[in-house]
């Protein structure tokens, strides 16, 4: 099974900072990857799939890349609404997995 | 407008089991793979399994950790999602999502709590 590896676990930084996060697959997952934004007590939401397409309605300041099996989400210039924790998918072959998730806090 | 609407969460005690429901609207589930994902109090994310569409082949696959104990299934006329759960164990409790397998996955459903305690 592939594992999904994200780092930093979490990381601190300032509105209008730029944010890079980054996973990292066992094997190499060709681009079949995505990010997904969680918020305190709501459900996921995905802001990225097939590692660089942004979903409809998220804002150009999140963008993503990568292929194989190292992969990046950044974040142009943080946003109050952006503190939450983020999560990588891998959905390149059954079974799928998760990151570990990346919590970005407030400095 | 998208919307996932599961049900069917509770209290159960361990060996118990529970069937959770997920009602989809402003699409047609019979057009796109659909997915349970689960995350315990505190922790992360989890695939839990999917159902594919109706095609040729169309599977139904499960994470490892369900050991034949949780079974997927759909009614495409109903446009409705179900997750079977048997031999439920206190590392089962977590909020279980539903979610359209379509872009990655998406949208989310709002989850429903499951709570395995004696």
């Known amino acids: 099974d592939i594992q999904m590896t994200q780092s930093p676990s979490s990381l601190s930084a300032s509105v209008g900072d730029r944010v890079t996060l980054t996973c990292r697959a066992s094997?190499?997952?060709?681009?079949?990857l995505a990010w997904f934004q969680q918020k305190p007590g709501k459900a996921p939401k995905c802001l990225i799939y097939d590692s660089v397409s942004l979903q409809l309605g998220v804002p150009s300041r999140f963008s993503g890349s990568g292929s194989g099996t190292d992969f990046t989400l950044t974040i142009s210039s943080l946003q109050p609404e952006d503190f939450a924790t983020y999560y990588c998918l891998h959905y390149n072959g059954y079974p799928f997995s998760f990151g570990q998730g990346t919590k970005v806090e407030i400095k | 407008e998208l919307h996932l609407v599961e049900s069917g969460g509770g209290l159960v005690q361990p060996g118990g089991s529970l069937r959770l429901s997920c009602a989809a609207s402003?699409?047609?589930?019979?057009?796109?793979?659909m997915d349970w994902v689960r995350q315990a109090p505190g922790k992360g994310l989890e695939w839990v399994g999917r159902?594919?569409?109706?095609?040729?082949?169309?599977?139904?696959r499960y994470a490892a950790f369900v050991k034949g104990r949780f079974t997927i299934s759909r009614d495409d006329a109903q446009s409705s999602l179900f997750l079977q759960m048997n031999s439920l164990t206190i590392e089962d409790t977590a909020v279980y999502y539903c979610?359209?397998?379509?872009?990655?996955?998406?949208?989310w459903g709002q989850g429903t709590l499951v709570s395995v305690s004696s």
């Open positions: 402003g699409f047609s589930i019979s057009d796109y793979h």
């Open positions: 979610v359209r397998g379509y872009n990655g996955l998406d949208p």
């Open positions: 094997q190499g997952i060709r681009n079949s």
């Open positions: 159902t594919e569409k109706k095609g040729l082949i169309a599977n139904t």
